[in-house]
């Protein structure tokens, strides 16, 4: 069992579970803001699943996904640098965009952990950690809203080009990021025939454009919304407000 923590193999093991869990982790939360495109009703129901004892119980889970992900990421990177190219994270790859992923993935991993920060402390904190804490209601950027009031905050926060911005980069790390990793961590875990390296990248980038594509979709078409109509964030909030009503 030790071996598996102190093992080349083992600590890659690891880094391509956790990163297998974090991609479906992605596509639950995908689901959930995609609804936020049907209607106030539609996301705020996927919010109030989330909200869930058994859901909430996962959180400590999924922060221990992230942090054993980023550890060993920070690890295995370091190791890939002091080795030159003789040791490698996993195989090599013939894709131009591919290989410049696999040799930028630590940039890529801190960009994205980067404003992950950023979105923990504009959505998470504000939402889950408001709860946890008591507050009843939360003032952000002049509305006064209630912390489960989570379709409000999205059309708040992007409503503002700075954060709309901010989250089309993130995405793009992400991208590169996820792109790679996954079809790498898949090959780690033993599907690595040879007639499956072309499949499993071909798998991989149409996953993770679909996720990325489906999270841009979100914060864009909102603030193409909040350009269009200068009241559409107030109209919003007051929409949710009558829909936590019901």
């Known amino acids: 069992?030790?071996?598996?923590?102190?093992?080349?193999?083992?600590?890659?093991?690891?880094?391509?579970?956790?990163?297998?869990?974090?991609i479906v982790f992605l596509?639950?939360?995908?689901?959930?803001?995609?609804?936020?495109?049907?209607?106030?009703?539609?996301?705020?129901?996927?919010?109030?699943?989330?909200?869930l004892p058994i859901v909430t119980v996962?959180?400590?889970?999924?922060?221990?996904?992230?942090?054993?992900?980023?550890?060993?990421?920070?690890?295995?990177?370091?190791?890939?640098?002091?080795a030159r190219g003789k040791e490698r994270y996993a195989v090599a790859h013939k894709g131009a965009a591919d290989n410049w992923a696999s040799k930028n993935m630590l940039v890529l991993g801190i960009i994205v952990l980067g404003v992950l920060g950023f979105h923990l402390t504009h959505f998470w904190a504000d939402m889950q950690f408001a709860e946890i804490m008591g507050?009843?209601?939360?003032?952000?950027?002049g509305h006064t809203v209630a912390p489960t009031n989570g379709?409000?905050?999205?059309?708040?926060?992007?409503?503002?080009p700075v954060i709309v911005a901010l989250y089309v980069v993130w995405l793009a790390a992400i991208w590169f990021h996820l792109s790679h990793g996954f079809w790498s961590a898949l090959h780690?875990?033993?599907w690595n025939g040879k007639n499956w390296l072309k499949r499993l990248e071909c798998i991989s980038n149409v996953y993770t454009t679909i996720i990325v594509l489906g999270f841009i979709a979100v914060p864009v078409l909102f603030f193409v919304q909040s350009l269009m109509d200068p009241n559409f964030v107030v109209e919003y909030i007051k929409s949710t407000m009558e829909v936590a009503c019901h």
């Open 1 to 22: 069992m030790a071996n598996i923590f102190t093992s080349s193999i083992g600590k890659k093991l690891i880094m391509s579970v956790s990163g297998l869990f974090l």
């Open 27 to 51: 596509l639950l939360h995908l689901t959930i803001n995609a609804l936020s495109l049907i209607s106030e009703e539609a996301f705020q129901a996927g919010c109030d699943f989330m909200a």
């Open 58 to 82: 996962m959180v400590p889970v999924l922060a221990a996904g992230f942090i054993i992900h980023i550890i060993y990421g920070f690890y295995l990177s370091a190791t890939n640098l002091k």
């Open 135 to 141: 507050m009843h209601e939360i003032v952000k950027a």
């Open 151 to 160: 379709a409000a905050m999205i059309a708040i926060n992007f409503s503002n």
């Open 188 to 190: 780690t875990i033993g």
